[in-house]
């Protein structure tokens, strides 16, 4: 900016001009969006589901796996969308086939400040095809410590399950084998 030096009776007797180097700020930003994209990039291309959820827990971002996989499930996944929405519709179920209790649920914990890790959780669809999810979540906090939400990472562990369950059942088979030879 810049202005005029002006005397008791208004005659100009020079010029003031107050100049801001904006060069270090120009850096940052430019940086700021680099790593942006680099982070978009990576969301976009996660084999994993990655949802963000605001404070409220309604659904701010789903990346394309998490998307995909909401199809299949039937899922909502709209943004805004409730975790209680979700919740409801899923019927997810703990490792014992209980039903999961939505305080529990990996985002609800993350929301309330807790980092959570590998939870598994069963859905079943419409359909009767089970699906298994292992889920971990953070809480996101603003500069100051401020919740603003949550953000899960979920990885789809059926074939993995699938082949647990056909592991447990061969190896009762083979104990049986054993209990009854001579």
């Known amino acids: 900016s810049a202005g005029a030096v002006l005397t008791a009776t208004g ?5 003031v001009t107050v100049t801001v180097d904006i060069t270090r700020r120009q850096q940052l930003t430019a940086r700021l969006a680099e790593r942006t994209a680099e982070l978009e990039a990576v969301l976009q291309a996660a ?27 039937g899922v909502p ?3 805004g969308t409730a975790i209680e929405q979700v ?21 609800m914990r993350a929301l309330r400040g ?4 590998s939870v598994t959780l069963h859905h079943q669809r419409g359909d009767g ?3 298994w999810w292992n889920i971990s979540a953070a809480p996101v906090l603003g500069h100051d410590g401020t919740p ?8 789809d562990v059926t074939a993995a399950q699938h082949l647990t369950e056909a592991l ?7 104990e049986a084998l054993l209990q009854a030879a001579p």
């Open 11 to 15: 005659r100009m007797i020079g010029a």
């Open 47 to 73: 084999p994993v589901s990655i949802r963000r959820f605001d404070q409220n827990g309604r659904l701010v971002f789903a990346n394309p796996t998490a998307a995909a996989n909401d199809r299949e499930l």
């Open 77 to 79: 996944s709209d943004p």
């Open 87 to 107: 919740a409801d519709h899923s019927g997810f179920l703990d490792s014992d086939g209980l039903p999961f209790a939505t305080a529990d649920l990996p985002a």
């Open 114 to 117: 807790e980092r959570v890790q």
């Open 129 to 131: 095809v089970d699906h």
């Open 148 to 155: 603003l939400g949550a953000v899960t990472a979920a990885v």
């Open 168 to 174: 447990t059942a061969r190896t009762a088979q083979w």
